[in-house]
């Protein structure tokens, strides 16, 4: 779970000139505990936004979403995959 605090802190970047663009993170999965992850990520880390998206089947099917750019996380169930 801390790889992705890392993960999501190394997308929003650091500038002092500009503000950067919105971020948003899609997950991707099929269980209740998905929602729950996106509304936890969403309050704890400011200015990134975390979002779900298309609900996938099976650790394969939730893998390959994020391969083929459906979403930039997949929540498995054998741990979470990351592009």
Known sequence: MRVFVLIALFLSG?????APPPVNVRLVGGTELL???VKTYSDA??????SSTVQRPGA???VDAVETGM?????TG??????
Not at 14 to 18: G, Y
Not at 45 to 50: A, K, L, S
Not at 78 to 83: D, E, F, K, Q
């Open 71 to 75: 979403g930039e996380m997949a929540l």
């Open 35 to 37: 929602q729950a992850l």
């Open 60 to 62: 394969i099917g939730a």
């Open 45 to 50: 880390i400011p200015g990134i936004t975390f």
């Open 78 to 83: 054998a741990g979470a995959a990351v592009r």
């Open 14 to 18: 650091c500038s002092t000139e500009s």
